[in-house]
């Protein structure tokens, strides 16, 4: 398996480029870039923009391997607001054609919520309304990933909806492509599951995988921890792994930051990825 870490896990404000060179020095195979709504890579960045990064990638010797976007909590696909719902379609297409330009091969979605108790303004939706309505987008969607040749990963995420790994399994395989699949975080399942469990049940749909670890008897946001600190079973995780033949990203999606030094995570995640993969680790922290 290649080690990847997620843009989100780098100090806040810093720019894609020095993300992608501090994330080549911190020792990872990838970096996986996120897509906002203004900023340097964004719905307004050009095509010469994006491929810009791309080229700092390939000079660096790093690969761009997915594409993440954050924008399914304001726009959604589950909404009950036909515009909202259409401004999520864009969203997600954009997404597809900005990855294919950084030659990612994945897009994480978040597909929408029932509720989000971390977003106290966020409506609710019924949760047979919201299963339909994504549903209806994601099948219609299937076309627009084919033709990118960019894979859609659905992510379990804390939304209220897809809250088990054979609900997952059956909202992929009633859209029927194999141009949309799971991006399964391991930190998230555990306040209600077992990672290895989805592992197993997902199988062959897993299209990329997030690493987050998480305590049980933390309390929200805050019980996510450093990986190996919470309760995510990680030899567990990696042999369910290997059993189903995954050989594709592990991506470190590390939250919340450091409050100092927030560039040490880079440095401290990429020597737990290293135990956990069995790989030699070399150096322990910046110079």
């Avoid at 597909?111 to 549903?135: H, K, S």
């Avoid at 930051?257 to 150096?283: K, W």
Wanted: hydrophobic share 40%; proline share 5%.
């Amino acid at each position: 398996m290649k080690k990847g870490i997620n843009v989100w896990s780098f100090p806040e404000g810093m720019a894609a480029s020095d993300c992608i060179r501090l994330a080549r020095k911190a020792g990872y195979d990838g970096i996986e870039l996120a897509l906002a709504e203004t900023g340097e890579l964004s719905l307004e960045s050009s095509p010469e923009q994006i491929r810009e990064l791309k080229r700092i990638a390939d000079g660096e010797g790093i690969e761009l391997p997915s594409l993440a976007c954050g924008l399914g909590w304001s726009y959604a696909l589950t909404s009950t607001s036909k515009p909202n719902r259409d401004k999520a379609i864009d969203i997600v297409k954009r997404q597809l054609e900005i990855a294919a330009l950084l030659k990612a091969d994945t897009i994480l979605v978040v597909p929408g919520a029932v509720g989000v108790d971390f977003i106290p303004e966020a409506d609710v939706t019924e949760y047979d309304v919201a299963y339909e309505n994504a549903l209806e987008a994601l099948s219609g969607l299937a076309e627009s990933a084919k033709a990118a040749n960019v894979s859609i990963g659905v992510e379990n995420v804390w939304n209220k909806f897809l809250l088990s790994p054979l609900e997952m399994r059956t909202f992929l395989d009633s859209i029927g492509s194999e141009w949309v699949g799971a991006y399964l975080d391991t930190g998230n399942t555990l306040l209600n599951g077992y990672p290895e469990h989805w592992i197993k049940i997902l199988n062959r749909r897993i299209k990329k995988v997030h690493f987050k670890d998480f305590r049980r008897n933390g309390a929200g946001l805050s019980a996510f921890v450093d990986l190996l600190a919470g309760d995510v079973d990680y030899p567990a995780v990696t042999a369910k792994l290997r059993e189903i033949g995954y050989s594709d990203y592990v991506i470190a999606e590390m939250i919340p930051p450091y409050r100092h030094f927030p560039e040490q995570i880079v440095y401290n995640t990429s020597l737990s990825m290293d135990a956990i993969l069995g790989r030699t680790q070399e150096g322990a922290g910046p110079t």
